[in-house]
């Protein structure tokens, strides 16, 4: 039977059966989650197999140290893919140790020695797998070794070779190195090494509910993170602003041993425990019909009780001349990619007034999806088009929209990053960013993220005892990451109020849709007075409006 179950046998096996779940679409999960179950069992029987019979395969067949890596890449690449599937962070975990397996054994050394382009490329790709797997991980340190090892084997390759995509891999080197350095702020240590921050929820992450709080017993289930902004630093089809998204709507990873059930193997006729995360669905540059065809599925499988939440970084699509009406079509959106050449600039504006733009996502494209809870995220020089929703199934409705503009001297930070998205994921990071400030001791950061903590627990209170404030605001702060995202969003944009240069119009404040009860929320007394303090403990009290309440 081992003679039967020889390398080339095997490895025809595993083509086969691989190809399939890299082929199948996101969603529908009942579709693919067999397939990736099948294909885990393939590659664990290819694995252990090379294991037992590694002297036959190496004296009779010749196995050379690179095709183990190969299997190993691919378990690896498996497992980052059922991440992307199933939003389980403990599976990035399990692709880093296959990665990190296959560098430190060497698997790949002996590529380099034979006269073959398309095994280095092999190499090349693992690379910048691994490099993804380790930024979602916030392993900086091994990115920064990972990179330089990639540009000494990029270099090697383009001496050796005359190929034609030595281009393509030196703007990957490029890509990386902006998304490296892309946080406006560092935070060192007392001998200047960078301090690794993570902004995924932890326990003390999110305020917690007290008592008296009356709020909704809704469950973010699905989110759609779509990214297409021009221009903005971005690696691997995921941008900077996707990146923060994403971050702010996972918990701190687990050990994947932990966990009970292998990958894939659940049966249908079990209850699936409780997820950690919501599912998302991560959409770089999507065309129009790519946006709803997910949005469609991911509405179809919301469970009951659960939301939806839509989360798009796009440039703004601008309506041409003046509509005799004021409908959800009337006010433009944000921008859909296409096959024709997008123009520079970050307003899209449209030729024939007598049409809407096509290759935009309006508002009233999303009014079907109002049937079951939903929270949108608007991050955009047009987000204020969204501002004019009208919640007509009488569910859950809440739009977070960012400033339309920004003050000149932030303006040209725009490619590291929307500055509305990163007080989402890194509230302190763009407190510090919008003080002046670029770096800060790490004994300094922590009391400041302390303190935000308390201010976090105080905007939970203002925002459960207001007496106006719109129901849909309770019903989704019962939620962790919700109940997070919004006191952030309240936090921003008190911040912004107070901050000189923003109060110059208001178009750099965040709005959102129903309007908050801004004495008791954004503009509060209190909320103004614990900002103030922050900024005191940092010195940076000089850029804050102190009679702020006077102004209006």
């Given at each position: 039977?081992?003679?039967?179950?020889?390398?080339?046998?095997?490895?025809?096996?595993?083509?086969?059966?691989?190809?399939?779940?890299?082929?199948?679409?996101?969603?529908?999960?009942?579709?693919?989650?067999?397939?990736?179950?099948?294909?885990?069992?393939?590659?664990?029987?290819?694995?252990?197999?090379?294991?037992?019979?590694?002297?036959?395969?190496?004296?009779?067949?010749?196995?050379?140290?690179?095709?183990?890596?190969?299997?190993?890449?691919?378990?690896?690449?498996?497992?980052?893919?059922?991440?992307?599937?199933?939003?389980?962070?403990?599976?990035?975990?399990?692709?880093?140790?296959?990665?990190?397996?296959?560098?430190?054994?060497?698997?790949?050394?002996?590529?380099?020695?034979?006269?073959?382009?398309?095994?280095?490329?092999?190499?090349?790709?693992?690379?910048?797998?691994?490099?993804?797997?380790?930024?979602?991980?916030?392993?900086?340190?091994?990115?920064?070794?990972?990179?330089?090892?990639?540009?000494?084997?990029?270099?090697?390759?383009?001496?050796?070779?005359?190929?034609?995509?030595?281009?393509?891999?030196?703007?990957?080197?490029?890509?990386?190195?902006?998304?490296?350095?892309?946080?406006?702020?560092?935070?060192?240590?007392?001998?200047?090494?960078?301090?690794?921050?993570?902004?995924?929820?932890?326990?003390?992450?999110?305020?917690?509910?007290?008592?008296?709080?009356?709020?909704?017993?809704?469950?973010?289930?699905?989110?759609?993170?779509?990214?297409?902004?021009?221009?903005?630093?971005?690696?691997?089809?995921?941008?900077?602003?996707?990146?923060?998204?994403?971050?702010?709507?996972?918990?701190?990873?687990?050990?994947?041993?932990?966990?009970?059930?292998?990958?894939?193997?659940?049966?249908?006729?079990?209850?699936?425990?409780?997820?950690?995360?919501?599912?998302?669905?991560?959409?770089?540059?999507?065309?129009?019909?790519?946006?709803?065809?997910?949005?469609?599925?991911?509405?179809?499988?919301?469970?009951?009780?659960?939301?939806?939440?839509?989360?798009?970084?796009?440039?703004?699509?601008?309506?041409?001349?003046?509509?005799?009406?004021?409908?959800?079509?009337?006010?433009?959106?944000?921008?859909?990619?296409?096959?024709?050449?997008?123009?520079?600039?970050?307003?899209?504006?449209?030729r024939n007034q007598s049409y809407k733009e096509m290759h935009c996502l309006h508002p009233g494209d999303l009014y079907p999806f109002t049937r079951k809870p939903l929270f949108i995220i608007v991050d955009s020089s047009n987000s204020v088009a969204y501002k004019n929703f009208t919640n007509l199934f009488g569910q859950p409705l809440v739009c977070l929209l960012s400033p339309t503009a920004y003050p000149k001297a932030l303006q040209d930070q725009s490619q590291r990053g929307s500055l509305f998205t990163l007080f989402l994921n890194?509230?302190?990071?763009?407190?510090?960013?919008?003080?002046?400030?670029?770096?800060?001791?790490?004994?300094?950061?922590?009391?400041?993220?302390?303190?935000?903590?308390?201010?976090?627990?105080?905007?939970?209170?203002?925002?459960?005892?207001?007496?106006?404030?719109?129901?849909?605001?309770?019903?989704?702060?019962?939620?962790?990451?919700?109940?997070?995202?919004?006191?952030?969003?309240?936090?921003?944009?008190?911040?912004?109020?107070?901050?000189?240069?923003?109060?110059?119009?208001?178009?750099?404040?965040?709005?959102?849709?129903?309007?908050?009860?801004?004495?008791?929320?954004?503009?509060?007394?209190?909320?103004?007075?614990?900002?103030?303090?922050?900024?005191?403990?940092?010195?940076?009290?000089?850029?804050?409006?102190?009679?702020?309440?006077?102004?209006?």
């Open positions: 039977m081992g003679r039967k179950m020889d390398g080339s046998n095997g490895r025809a096996c595993l083509q086969k059966s691989v190809m399939e779940p890299w082929d199948l679409p996101q969603y529908g999960q009942k579709q693919w989650q067999s397939y990736f179950g099948r294909t885990f069992d393939v590659y664990t029987k290819l694995w252990k197999f090379q294991q037992q019979h590694r002297q036959v395969l190496d004296n009779r067949y010749g196995l050379k140290r690179w095709q183990i890596g190969e299997i190993a890449s691919k378990i690896g690449q498996l497992y980052y893919h059922y991440y992307l599937r199933t939003s389980e962070t403990s599976y990035l975990n399990e692709a880093f140790s296959f990665y990190s397996a296959i560098r430190q054994r060497s698997y790949y050394s002996q590529v380099n020695k034979e006269d073959r382009p398309e095994l280095v490329v092999k190499k090349l790709r693992y690379y910048a797998r691994f490099i993804v797997v380790c930024l979602l991980l916030n392993k900086m340190d091994v990115v920064k070794d990972l990179v330089k090892e990639l540009s000494d084997e990029i270099e090697d390759y383009t001496h050796r070779f005359n190929t034609e995509d030595q281009v393509e891999w030196n703007l990957v080197l490029q890509e990386v190195a902006a998304f490296i350095e892309a946080d406006p702020v560092m935070v060192l240590n007392d001998d200047n090494t960078i301090v690794i921050t993570s902004n995924r929820l932890s326990e003390t992450g999110a305020p917690l509910l007290e008592q008296g709080m009356i709020v909704g017993q809704l469950a973010l289930a699905d989110a759609l993170i779509i990214g297409n902004c021009n221009n903005q630093v971005k690696f691997s089809e995921l941008t900077i602003d996707m990146f923060r998204m994403l971050q702010a709507l996972e918990r701190e990873p687990m050990n994947l041993a932990s966990q009970m059930n292998k990958p894939g193997m659940q049966e249908s006729t079990e209850k699936p425990a409780r997820r950690e995360n919501p599912h998302k669905y991560l959409l770089y540059k999507p065309t129009f019909s790519q946006l709803y065809t997910f949005l469609a599925a991911s509405f179809k499988e919301l469970p009951a009780n659960s939301v939806l939440l839509i989360y798009l970084s796009a440039t703004g699509v601008f309506p041409s001349g003046r509509s005799d009406s004021e409908g959800p079509y009337d006010f433009g959106g944000v921008l859909t990619n296409s096959n024709r050449d997008v123009i520079n600039g970050d307003a899209i504006h449209k890194n509230p302190l990071m763009a407190f510090l960013f919008v003080s002046g400030l670029s770096s800060m001791r790490r004994g300094l950061w922590e009391k400041c993220q302390d303190y935000l903590r308390k201010i976090n627990r105080d905007i939970a209170q203002l925002l459960t005892h207001s007496r106006s404030i719109d129901q849909s605001f309770l019903q989704f702060f019962g939620d962790e990451f919700l109940r997070l995202l919004l006191t952030r969003f309240i936090f921003c944009s008190a911040t912004m109020r107070m901050h000189k240069i923003f109060r110059q119009e208001t178009r750099n404040y965040p709005e959102s849709y129903p309007q908050l009860p801004r004495d008791e929320t954004v503009e509060n007394p209190h909320l103004q007075k614990h900002i103030l303090e922050l900024a005191s403990i940092l010195d940076v009290r000089n850029v804050f409006m102190e009679n702020t309440l006077d102004d209006y």
